[in-house]
């Protein structure tokens, strides 16, 4: 791998690219950053390369932040880099894999709702902003970054349970399992697009491989989040009305005052029974109150 990196830089050299688009460096600046590239796994930061090469970390600051002014290297904030994918003519271009650059920058983390539910295949939807579920505290919780977008949304410590080891080239990523992944939604549903997209979601996860009801309840319990099992329970009632064990342990848990089935939605009808309050296109569901 390293050969051919070294073998495309000097194409691009041969080509003369200047500037935006990727510009020559010479042999020892090729076998730094083959070094680097070897020795990191989808990130790379100051730190990284001052280690790597024995080089203090100032050093190793101007020498990424030149490698990033001749297009070789992408920066992603302050001290923190990836490289250019073979195949690009800029550094410009979007990021070769979000969920490396989530992991490494917002850590303790784990992807989550929508994101986790497209990689297990609970949505065909195609959702272009990465979720991540994080313990940190962020101020800009929409951050984009060249070009991705990301959706931060901040869990205690104790909630990191319930997630899948996933491996992207040789970096290891927490992402929710299929179980976890509807609970997040089912607590907060804009995590999953909105009430909506979570309700045919809850289908598909029904019809899956991954159904776990128990499992789903279980993991309540430990999350402790009382709108989930009343929005649970609703769904599952017009969904599922077979689980009929499910739906009796959801009308258990129902925890006092009245939850809206969609925070972000008007929702204006009272479904006694879950105690729960849904928009006015959903009083088809009234025979459940």
């Known amino acids: ?8 830089i000097n194409e691009y050299y041969r ?14 600046d090729r076998e730094r950053m083959a070094a680097i590239i070897r020795g990191t796994k989808g990130t790379i930061s100051v730190g990284d390369a001052a280690r790597i090469l024995n080089v203090s970390s100032a050093d190793a600051a101007k020498m990424l932040s030149r490698w990033s002014k001749k297009g070789w290297m992408s920066r992603i904030r302050r001290g923190l880099y990836v490289s250019v994918p073979l195949e690009s003519m800029t550094a410009d271009g979007p990021i070769e894999d979000p969920w ?4 490494r920058l917002f850590s303790p983390c784990y992807i989550g709702g929508w994101s986790a539910a497209e990689y297990f295949d609970l949505t065909e939807q195609i959702f272009s902003t990465i979720v991540v579920m994080t313990v940190q505290k962020p101020r800009d919780r929409r951050p984009v970054i060249k070009g991705t977008g990301f959706m931060l949304h901040t869990i205690s410590e104790k909630a990191m349970f319930g997630l899948k080891p996933v491996w992207r080239g040789q970096v290891k990523i927490s992402v929710s399992d299929p179980t976890r992944t509807m609970l997040d939604m089912l607590v907060n549903p804009a ?3 909105g009430i909506r997209s ?4 809850l289908v598909n996860y029904m019809r899956s491989e991954n159904k776990n009801l128990k499992q789903l309840i279980e993991y309540g319990d430990r999350l402790g989040n009382g709108a989930a099992f009343k929005r649970l329970g609703f769904l599952l009632e017009k969904t599922a009305p077979d689980e009929i064990k499910a739906i009796e342990q959801c009308r258990k848990r129902l925890t006092a005052g009245n939850a809206k089935l969609d925070p972000k939605l008007n929702n204006i009808k009272l479904v006694t029974r879950w105690r729960l309050w849904v928009p006015e296109n959903w009083k088809r569901m009234e025979s459940l109150d």
């Open 191 to 193: 995590l999953g697009g």
């Open 198 to 201: 979570v309700k045919d979601m």
């Open 100 to 103: 490396l650059i989530a992991d």
């Open 1 to 8: 791998m390293v050969c051919v990196i070294i073998h495309t």
């Open 15 to 28: 080509f003369g690219y200047t500037m935006e688009t990727l510009t020559g460096i010479g042999k020892a």
